[in-house]
């Protein structure tokens, strides 16, 4: 008998709620709140850079072409996989087969980690190039004062975004883990659609801000400005 055939059993009602749909849209709806409350930490810099492009415009260019746009690139198509990879996993736990879903989970996991690698690399090699704000601070084509502050301020914003857009994805990472070990396990205490679904969310959040980073800190400098 295909085990995996079997409907993926719902998590246990709790004693609040008086139904499992209820229970199901206070699950989804309590992430969506974390989410929107997560953009008070981006938010702020977002807006911090759009003021650093409005009033250096030729310093964000100059320090957006030190981002090495290959691995960017790399490193996005890696996150849009796993995205993918998270998205069918909650196809499959709807169809009842949880095995397949939690494997798919440990895929985005393994892909956020290789993120994360990549993400490393790429730090090392900005701080060999004297990158990093500070007393060192040394980037080769600053020609003038304004541009060499302009483009400190510029790495002093890709450092808090891409790292705080890390730490999001670690928390990620061990959310896709843990949910595919419940996955593997009987209920009541096994994973159900919720959990999958609330993992995912979360997943995809980080995804988007991502999307968002790539072409503002990757491609502003490669337009032609």
């Known amino acids: 008998m295909n085990t995996e055939a079997i409907r993926a059993p719902q998590a246990p009602l709790e004693e609040q709620f008086t139904s499992i749909e209820q229970q199901s849209f206070a699950n989804t709806f ?3 709140v974390f989410l929107a409350s997560e953009l008070l ?3 702020p810099m977002l807006l911090g850079y759009f003021y ?3 009033h250096f415009p030729h310093a964000t260019s100059l320090a957006s072409r030190h981002t090495d746009m290959l691995l960017g690139t790399v490193n996005t198509a890696v996150l849009l996989t796993g995205s993918l990879a998270v998205a069918v996993a909650a196809q499959a736990i709807r169809a009842g087969r949880s095995r397949f879903a939690a494997r798919l989970l440990v895929a985005a996991a393994l892909l956020g980690i290789v993120f994360l690698a990549i993400k490393g690399v790429e730090y090392h090699k900005d701080f060999g190039e004297h990158l990093f704000p500070g007393a060192g601070f040394r980037p080769i084509d600053a020609s003038t004062v304004i541009d060499l502050h302009g483009m400190e301020l510029f ?9 705080l857009h890390a730490i999001h994805l670690s928390i990620g990472i061990v959310l896709c883990a843990l949910t595919a070990w419940r996955l593997r396990r009987p209920p009541p205490e096994g994973a159900g659609e919720d959990a999958v679904e609330v993992t995912g969310l979360y997943w995809h959040f980080v995804d988007v801000v991502w999307v968002f980073l790539y072409p503002l800190l990757y ?3 490669r337009s032609g400005g």
Not at 155 to 163: K, R
Request: glycine share 20%; proline share 0%; net charge positive.
């Open 41 to 43: 930490f981006f938010g």
């Open 30 to 32: 309590g992430m969506w």
């Open 155 to 163: 790495f002093l914003l890709y450092f808090a975004l891409t790292g």
């Open 52 to 54: 650093l492009r409005t």
């Open 219 to 221: 491609l502003a400098g």
